[in-house]
């Protein structure tokens, strides 16, 4: 008895070929890539005065002094809740927007619909249009299949190197490291980096292309979860083009079977067999359908956006539901207030946080030291961060129910030196003389005051500005017998 073979779970490629169309979704792709990809690449060429010892790159991810600048934004290593904030919002806009219109980002904004469009667009100018590109994928290896991919591969090749000298350029400043790259005086991490980003813009772009949206990318699995009846998608309207055929024979419906929705398609698929896996919401068979219509006389839209709960409607002559309707319902609602929300609340702690920033870190190994004169000593260490773009002197004060004192390290003052845009580590000591109460609790709350106020004489903390002052609560650590 013989075994029956295992299904395969992976269907070889067939290379898809998708045909040139003209259109509103398709100008509207081509607006998007332009845009988008104009931001990409040059960006990390703006210029942002900072002033002196400041980077002036407007957009630079610092690792090196672990360090986010965004314009007139500063992002320290301690905020890292505003970068967890935006991957949270930007998490809750793909929600929102699949929810209210299935996979647009998927068809209009993510990289790899960006790139593959652009590779397209070199593939079309060098090998020609659809049936030019299928008559040479066919044709055996000649002097003309030859050149033709060889200049293909090499633009290919060019604008992924485009895309990993972009990447590297986000981390340091970008004419610096231009010079170095083409003076081979760079890094090497930043030749390695490039190297990949080069390679996988290549292969994703040009050969896996929608390979990766239908095996690779987990979102089209995720999608079906954030879309319900009234998501807005795109839908053939069956009850109107059904049965197909020509336009001459009796009883046919508006298609007339030409195939220029499934030819123009990038993913290869026919959307008249209903929603599938692999579409991606482009909009280009509706481009390539209503031109169509418009040749034989009929209305178009026979490929359209459209909602399931339209559906019934529609085949019944009636008016469908206005888009806001679709649009805001509960789930769209929620998604935006999430959102709105979070970004409210980035946008007034951004505005409301201080400029200067201090971390208290008890040494629990040991508690407490007691001194020679029976005194109890507790050691704190703290991070002192000076957010202005000049040097600043902190200043320390502590507030406690009983007496203590406090010792800063090195100095015999009360105040701290710490240098423009740094974080410096300094030790702090408070004692609390043998026999005085705090000597002998357990706990004893200690607020620290800590302000960058200059001047001669330190004014009172009430009459510093809130920007310029801080606290911090921590536990004084007494003897108990």
């Known amino acids: ?82 970068v967890a904030g935006l991957l949270i919002m930007a998490g809750l806009g793909l929600f929102l927007f699949t929810s209210a219109a299935g996979r647009v980002w998927c068809g209009y904004a993510c990289p790899q619909t960006v790139w593959t469009d652009l590779y397209i667009l070199v593939e079309r100018w060098v090998e020609g249009d659809r049936n030019a590109r299928i008559r040479l994928h066919r044709q055996k290896w000649d002097l003309e299949k030859t050149w033709k991919r060889l200049l293909k591969w090499t633009i290919w090749l060019a604008i992924g190197l485009a895309t990993g000298g972009a990447w590297v350029f986000y981390f340091t400043d970008a004419p610096t490291l231009l010079g ?123 490929i359209g956006y459209l909602a399931l709960t339209d559906e019934p409607l529609e085949r019944q002559g009636l008016k469908d539901k206005p888009i806001w309707k679709h649009i805001l319902r509960p789930r769209t609602i929620v998604y935006t207030v999430l959102w709105a929300g979070i970004g409210i609340a980035l946008v007034a702690a951004l505005f409301l946080r201080a400029n200067l920033d201090v971390s208290v870190s008890p040494v629990r190994n040991p508690m407490f030291v007691t001194l020679s004169d029976g005194s109890i000593r507790n050691t704190y260490d703290l991070r002192l961060r000076n957010k202005h773009g000049e040097d600043r002197w902190f200043t320390f004060t502590a507030f406690a129910p009983a007496d203590v004192t406090l010792t800063l390290e090195g100095t015999e003052e009360f105040r701290v030196l710490v240098k423009a845009n740094e974080t410096k580590e300094q030790r702090l000591y408070i004692t609390a003389k043998a026999d005085t109460v705090a000597a002998k609790t357990d706990n004893l709350p200690v607020r620290l005051w800590i302000t960058d106020a200059e001047g001669p004489s330190l004014p009172p903390v009430t009459d510093i500005p809130k920007a310029e002052r801080v606290y911090k609560d921590t536990v004084f650590h007494g003897k108990v017998e």
């Open 1 to 82: 008895m013989q075994e029956s073979e295992s299904p395969k779970l992976y269907a070889a490629r067939e290379p898809i070929f998708p045909r040139r169309v003209k259109g509103t979704f398709r100008t509207l792709k081509w607006w998007l890539l332009a845009v988008m990809l104009g931001i990409y690449y040059l960006t990390p060429w703006i210029r942002w005065d900072r002033g002196p010892a400041m980077p002036d790159q407007a957009v630079l991810l610092d690792l090196a002094n672990r360090r986010f600048f965004f314009f007139m934004i500063e992002i320290w290593p301690h905020e890292f809740y505003f």
């Open 180 to 302: 170095q790259l083409l003076t081979f005086t760079a890094h090497p991490v930043a030749y390695g980096t490039m190297a990949v980003l080069t390679f996988t813009t290549f292969f994703f772009g040009g050969f896996a292309r929608e390979q990766v949206c239908i095996y690779g990318c987990p979102w089209p699995r995720i999608q079906a979860a954030m879309m319900d009846e009234e998501t807005i998608t795109i839908g053939y309207r069956s009850w109107r083009g059904e049965p197909r055929g020509k336009q001459t024979v009796a009883g046919n419906g508006d298609c007339i079977d030409c195939m220029a929705c499934v030819n123009v398609c990038p993913m290869g698929i026919d959307i008249r067999n209903g929603q599938q896996l692999a579409c991606i919401t482009c909009g280009l068979c509706i481009d390539a359908c209503d031109s169509m219509m418009d040749k034989i006389g009929k209305p178009r839209g026979l």
